[in-house]
């Protein structure tokens, strides 16, 4: 039932003086805090799991690739899901399955086992996210949601930047199966704490399934989650018949599935969301933003450990304070977002991540200070903390309640896309110029022209970033504070 029927008077349940929101607010954020975790507390074990199951790279690397494929495949459905199933059920049913999945891996006897945990954890990863972000939605009225809306960019942020430093520890001095150990008690506290105090918000109105959406949505993003994912890992990148094949299907199946959406009465993907402007500018700026973000996350290590010789651990305690500050920000940013809008923020927020990239697209050297590289970073990460959840809740807001499912998935399934995406592209990009580079030297063999060439190819990296933050400046200035429409208007 909707926050109306259960609400009485009140057409949100925060508006109610009885209600408590905190334990649900609680209760929701464990359970997303460990499951987005977890995406990056395996990354640093990936060597050890290679030599406990004797396995390749190529073959290890499923264990990232296949969650973010799942992940990829099942939001979208999310929507949908949200239909069928109550609050509580849902929530619940999703948390069990990333319980399963996590108790799977931590007891698994070989990688095939391990594999199978980790994509069932990709399952109740990949719907947590649309679930909690709709509850809020439906919880708290357009004026509030900035600061609890902040809390899950507290989450999306502050967890994977304690993933690695966190996995290091683990993995070191208990062994990999605790990186799963570790979480079942918190998953297991989550599902209490919603069983006893989530409320049921959805409206449950069973729409009609249609299986042909489900197919295209599944081999649409799936295909190009994959195609993208695949392309920086093969020798020919995007030459490659095992990269182009599997976009190009993708692409013509996303193209398929629009166009099917746009004539059922009932939608997986109501994608008439992209008619609200606030909207579908709020989710254009993100995405410009994620992008620059990206590029820096897969740039700077390249960059420490490479031409700056710094070890992996090193390389991670580097980046740690610019996430940390980001993700503990979030609220802050949420809570100046009910107060004054976004334009306040977001304008002097993708200023500031405009200079960062174009200080980054010219500064970088074989000698450049680790110092200028932590402040490069905690200006770069604070900027997007100011930037992402004021968009995608000022985004949210103008929809309409029964778009609400539609558009928290629309925002859920572009992320990983994005990322893929991203960090394809951006890789490819620093190889070509790096590539380019050492055939014209004279040298082409010293280790410092191959430092300084990928150097000028991470140069190359940041200045695109630049130009993407540029343009997020400019759609900031025409940004303003969304209200509820509806599908009429």
């Not at 960019?153 to 001095?173: D, N, Q, R």
């Not at 200028?372 to 200006?379: P, Y």
Request: aromatic share 10%; with cysteine; hydrophobic share 55%.
């Amino acid at each position: 039932m909707t926050s109306q029927h259960t609400n009485g008077k009140y057409e949100y349940l925060a508006e109610n003086p009885n209600f408590k929101s905190m334990p649900i607010i609680i209760s929701l954020i464990i359970g997303a805090f460990f499951a987005v975790l977890n995406e990056t507390l395996l990354n640093i074990a990936l060597t050890t799991l290679m030599g406990e199951f004797q396995i390749t790279l190529p073959t290890v690397q499923w264990m990232a690739t296949g969650f973010m494929l799942v992940m990829g495949i099942i939001i979208p459905a999310s929507a949908m899901l949200m239909q069928w199933f109550s609050t509580r059920q849902l929530f619940i049913g999703t948390m069990i399955i990333f319980t399963v999945g996590t108790t799977i891996c931590a007891i698994a006897p070989n990688f095939s086992i391990l594999l199978v945990g980790r994509l069932i954890q990709a399952v109740g990863t990949g719907l947590l996210l649309p679930i909690i972000s709709n509850v809020f939605l439906l919880i708290f009225p357009p004026e509030r949601r900035g600061k609890v809306m902040g809390f899950m960019g507290l989450v999306l942020l502050f967890a994977p930047a304690i993933g690695p430093t966190l996995s290091g520890i683990i993995v070191e001095h208990l062994g990999w199966r605790y990186l799963f150990i570790v979480v079942i008690p918190f998953a297991l506290l989550s599902i209490f704490l919603a069983y006893k105090y989530v409320v049921n918000v959805f409206e449950v109105t069973k729409p009609k399934i249609d299986i042909i959406s489900l197919v295209y949505s599944t081999i649409g993003f799936g295909g190009t989650v994959y195609g993208f994912s695949s392309a920086g890992d093969l020798e020919n990148g995007f030459l490659d018949p095992a990269a182009y094949i599997p976009i190009v299907v993708g692409l013509i199946a996303l193209l398929l599935f629009a166009l099917r959406q746009f004539k059922l009465d009932e939608p997986i993907m109501n994608l008439r969301a992209f008619a609200f402007p606030m909207f579908t500018h709020g989710i254009i700026l993100v995405l410009f933003v994620l992008m620059a973000m990206f590029a820096s996350e897969i740039i700077l290590p390249l960059y420490m450990q490479g031409p700056l010789a710094l070890s992996p651990s090193t390389a991670g305690l580097v980046l740690l304070p610019g996430s940390i500050l980001s993700g503990l920000m979030s609220p802050v940013m949420g809570a100046l977002f009910d107060k004054f809008g976004p334009k306040v923020m977001m304008i002097p927020a993708t200023l500031i991540l405009s200079g960062t990239m174009f200080m980054m697209s010219s500064r970088l050297s074989l000698d450049t200070p680790v110092w200028f590289v932590i402040a490069g970073f905690i200006l770069l990460m604070v900027s997007v903390s100011a930037i992402m959840m004021p968009a995608q809740t000022n985004a949210l807001n103008q929809l309409p309640k029964q778009l609400y499912p539609h558009g928290t998935a629309i925002v859920t399934t572009l992320q990983p896309v994005a990322g893929a995406i991203g960090v394809s592209i951006f890789v490819s990009i620093m190889s070509a110029r790096q590539e380019n580079i050492l055939n014209q030297s004279a040298t082409p063999t010293d280790p410092i022209s191959i430092n300084e060439a990928m150097i000028d190819g991470m140069e190359l990296v940041y200045f695109i970033a630049f130009i993407m933050a540029g343009i997020a400046f400019i759609m900031s200035l025409f940004v303003y504070r969304a209200q509820t429409r509806e599908m009429n208007e």
